[in-house]
């Protein structure tokens, strides 16, 4: 059913997109390109219009009245659509076939992971949480409590509200699967655009789906993949811009650029980056200029309602960018993830991110280095790239604002407006050294030996998520097996607020002392320590963090390190609940009454 | 892509040569991560059904 309903969710983004993409893109995009753009102007759409209903009335009969309004709305452009579906291209050539199978595989299993239980870190801590916040309190609404998180923008977010009031979990899982799906197809119709052949294009697609933490990201509600989607679409029509210049053309590149700047505030880079790409394709033709003005301002209308709300309720339009209130964001372990990283370590920086990504960076998001391998190689064949000048400037200026500006993490996943342009290259020259290597027996062998290694070692990655996700998935083991007793998934504390959620009685509240807020929890009744005496009920039950499964040793055996009460940082409070029995323990959690704490050891403020 | 013999050989020597020394240059950097990596599936193992 969720994947039902998050397929008819991605119709009704098409049906609804596709007549102003018809009307502003024309003849200048292929079918193909119309579809994919279609999803991504009905997903910007659709933000609104659930954001519209939810601030009057959020819940499951709501939201099925909206998606059931905007399917029949979609219904006349679902039939544009099927009388002009695109077909898929190269299907004659057997390698096509077998890159495409892959594709296949790589697609749905994204798509089923999305419906094992969340236990991403984002996904608990807001993506999900927050979602489930609005829905407990019945509309969509700005909670200032819960800190900076609630300010971003929602294009994602909205979209798993509606799912998670319709199907929970699963559906709002679901659509970021979806979504690699239309990043992948984003990413192979840029390499049409750039003049590549079929056989590159699926490369192209196989390579983005393969991406380690593109698999992670695509079983979870985490919104990454949207960027690389819609920048993916951007760049396309830019390249289609260039070739055949139009205000409409321009309008649509700026609707597409608002999108994505809905999903995440990243996309101003993206956007900069695009400005300067098309710097060389408007000298000596100063009659384009009034294109960029509107395509810029298109952008602003889109992104609009957010900027409104954030200004209204903080003074800064782009809060929590340039401002954050939240007393982590200024502390000193997050600034450290925040380097300015200058010359010559920002070059360093593209090897290292894919060859020792343990060293100052977080890790094997990419898996097997197969992008930095490839995609240098696209120089092979350089001359049959089309419009590489405009796709190679965008890389580049984003690359080096994420690697100048201090507010964007270092972090690989800043980088998923990229990936398609990535993606494109390393599939050229993939391509372009086969072709090189396929005369000489010895070549040819030498690159089927590297690249089975390379191979092999992604689908070990791949199948390690596979094999822990799927059978959750399928139900084949039980949520409180799955989240309990899975090596890393800590932060859940699935048993605990299993146990809030039954014992929690109407109009009470609980104390969060948890090492950050899960999704599994009851939302609308939690509080933090700063909410103590402000003049609501107090807690009445206290959920504590009590352990940390560390693998930092030369065996990676599990080892349960105590932290009881570490989120507290109040030693009184510490030493009051080190003596009271627990009333549940739960796996990393426990539940103390909150009563006998704070009458026994503790004030309420946490004061003797 | 349009080469002359000589030309498509030393492409594709460059392009063999790049591609190992990248694959080589990950692999000793991240011999201990894999060592560790493969404990870890032995730990993981047993909680596959």
Redesign the interface.
């Known amino acids: 059913m969720s994947i039902l309903l998050a397929s008819a969710l991605y119709a009704c983004w098409a049906g609804l997109g596709i007549w102003p993409v018809r009307w502003l893109a024309g003849d200048r995009l292929s079918p193909g390109e119309r579809l994919a753009c279609a999803f991504a102007v009905g997903m910007t759409v659709m933000q609104y219009a659930i954001w519209g209903v939810g601030a009057v009335r959020y819940d499951a009969v709501s939201m099925a009245v909206l998606l059931a309004a905007t399917g029949i709305a979609a219904v006349p452009g679902l039939i544009v659509l099927w009388r002009q579906c695109p077909r898929l291209v190269g299907l004659d050539d057997p390698v096509v076939v077998a890159v495409a199978l892959l594709v296949m595989v790589l697609g749905v299993h994204g798509v089923i992971d999305g419906l094992a239980p969340p236990s991403d870190y984002d996904t608990l801590l807001y993506h999900l949480s927050l979602p489930r916040l609005d829905l407990e309190l019945g509309r969509i609404a700005l909670d200032p409590q819960r800190g900076d998180l609630e300010f971003f923008p929602q294009l994602n977010g909205m979209q798993a509200r509606l799912m998670l009031a319709l199907t929970g979990y699963a559906g709002a899982q679901v659509i970021q699967g979806l979504m690699a799906i239309l990043a992948a197809a984003g990413s192979a119709l840029l390499v049409l655009r750039m003049g590549g052949r079929s056989r590159t294009a699926w490369l192209a697609a196989l390579f983005f789906l393969a991406v380690r933490t593109v698999v992670w990201e695509s079983g979870s509600a985490m919104i990454d993949i949207s960027l690389a989607a819609f920048g993916a679409l951007v760049l396309m029509v830019v390249l289609a811009w260039s070739e055949r210049p139009s205000v409409a053309l321009a309008a649509l590149g700026g609707v597409l650029l608002g999108g994505m700047m809905c999903a995440k505030y990243t996309a101003v880079l993206f956007a900069l980056a695009t400005a300067v790409a098309l710097l060389p394709a408007m000298r000596g033709r100063r009659h384009l200029v009034p294109h960029l003005v509107i395509a810029a301002f298109v952008v602003l209308v889109v992104v609009l309602p957010y900027l409104l709300r954030n200004g209204l309720a903080t003074g800064n339009p782009l809060f929590p960018m340039l401002g954050s209130r939240d007393a982590y964001a200024s502390s000193e372990g997050f600034a450290a993830s925040r380097l300015v990283l200058l010359f010559p370590d920002a070059v360093r920086a593209l090897w290292k991110i894919f060859v020792s990504p343990n060293d100052g960076f977080d890790g094997q998001q990419f898996g097997a280095p197969y992008l930095l391998m490839f995609a240098p190689l696209a120089a092979l064949c350089w001359r049959d790239i089309r419009g590489k000048a405009p796709v190679l400037t965008a890389f580049a200026v984003f690359y080096g604002l994420w690697v100048l500006f201090p507010f964007t993490f270092k972090q690989a996943r800043f980088l998923f407006p990229l990936f398609p342009v990535m993606c494109a290259l390393a599939a050229f020259g993939a391509t372009a050294l086969w072709d090189a290597v396929a005369p000489t027996r010895a070549f040819r062998f030498a690159f089927a030996a590297v690249v089975v290694v390379v191979a092999a070692n992604q689908a070990a990655f791949i199948s390690v998520y596979g094999l822990l996700r799927v059978p959750a998935a399928l139900g084949r083991v039980a949520p409180e097996t799955y989240l309990t007793t899975t090596p890393t998934f800590d932060h859940t504390h699935y048993d605990t607020c299993r146990w809030l959620e039954t014992n929690l009685r109407p109009g009470e509240r609980w104390l969060d002392l948890l090492d950050m807020p899960s999704f599994y929890c009851p939302q609308a009744s939690r509080m933090d320590l700063a909410a103590l005496g402000d003049g609501g009920p107090p807690p009445r039950w206290i959920a504590v963090v009590t352990a940390m499964e560390r693998r930092g040793n030369a065996a990676a055996a599990p080892r349960l390190e105590a932290m009881l009460g570490s989120a507290t940082r109040n030693p009184v409070l510490n030493k009051a609940l080190s003596e009271e029995p627990a009333v549940f323990t739960g796996s990393r959690s426990a539940i103390y009454d909150a009563g006998t704490v704070f009458a026994r050891r503790a004030a309420p403020d946490g004061r003797p | 892509?349009?080469?002359n013999?000589k030309s498509?050989?030393r492409?594709?020597?460059l392009?063999?040569g790049?591609?190992?020394c990248?694959?080589v240059?990950?692999y000793a950097?991240?011999l201990d991560?894999y060592r560790?990596?493969l404990?870890?599936?032995a730990?993981?193992v047993p909680?596959?059904?």
């Open positions: 892509m349009n080469m013999n498509q050989r492409a594709a020597f392009g063999l790049w591609i190992i990248v694959l240059s990950y950097a991240n991560y560790i990596k404990a870890t599936f730990h993981i909680f596959l059904p």
